[in-house]
Each structure stands twice: as structure tokens, then as C-alpha cells.
Nanobody, 112 residues
Framework: QVQLVESGGGLVQPGGSLRLSCAAS????????MNWYRQAPGKQRELVAT???????NYADSVKGRFTISIDNAKNTVYLSMNSLKPEDTAVYSC??????WGQGTQVTVSS
């Protein structure tokens, strides 16, 4: 059974940083393209970042230069490092493997 468990969310002030983790079990994440999505209240779910088999990365324009997706195959974990956070980054962040398996999400709130 494949499970993805996110952690690392919380409350942070504007301009602050957080690192989200997505730990996988039941499979090896190197077999998948891994993605981070987010969904804010009343808004559609948005693709934030992608890392492919070959570790090429892509980002939404809204987070380019501020967010970094990375993978640690030894820990079977994908990360989303978020810097220079803005109030509009407030959302529930979820990781997914090939948009097939999803985690439960972790809340990120950016507020002073």
C-alpha cells in the first residue's frame, strides 16, 4: 500500500521560510514524477512544483525563484523548500506521485 505523509507546515510571517517534507512508504518515489500542489480556500488546486525521473524541475510562475523541490532517494522523501513566503502562499500543500497517490496535505499559513 502506497502512502505519502506530508509534514513541515505551520504559521510563518511574511518573508519567512518553511520546508515541507513528503515521506513515502510502499513504493520507491524515484519511480514516479513527484509533484507538490496547493489549494487555498475558495480557489482551485494549483500545481506548484514538479520533479521528474531525471530530476528536472518545473515551477509555477508564482513561486519561481522562491520555492525549490528536491528529492532524497535514500530517505524516500521529497521536499519543498519555500523562501520569501507571502500571504498569498497560504494554502493546504499536498504531494502526489504521478497524480495517482496523494498525501493528506499540510497547512501553510503566512500571516503577521
Amino acid at each position: 500500500q502506497v502512502q505519502l505523509v506530508e509534514s513541515g507546515g505551520g504559521l510563518v510571517q511574511p518573508g519567512g521560510s518553511l520546508r515541507l517534507s513528503c515521506a513515502a512508504s510502499g513504493t520507491r518515489i524515484r519511480l514516479y514524477g513527484m509533484n507538490w500542489y496547493r489549494q487555498a480556500p475558495g480557489k482551485q488546486r494549483e500545481l506548484v512544483a514538479t520533479i521528474s525521473f531525471g530530476c528536472s524541475t518545473n515551477y509555477a510562475d508564482s513561486v519561481k525563484g522562491r520555492f525549490t523541490i528536491s528529492i532524497d532517494n535514500a530517505k524516500n522523501t521529497v521536499y519543498l523548500s519555500m523562501n520569501s513566503l507571502k500571504p498569498e502562499d497560504t494554502a493546504v500543500y499536498s504531494c502526489t506521485a504521478n497524480i495517482t497517490y496523494w498525501g493528506q496535505g499540510t497547512q501553510v499559513t503566512v500571516s503577521s
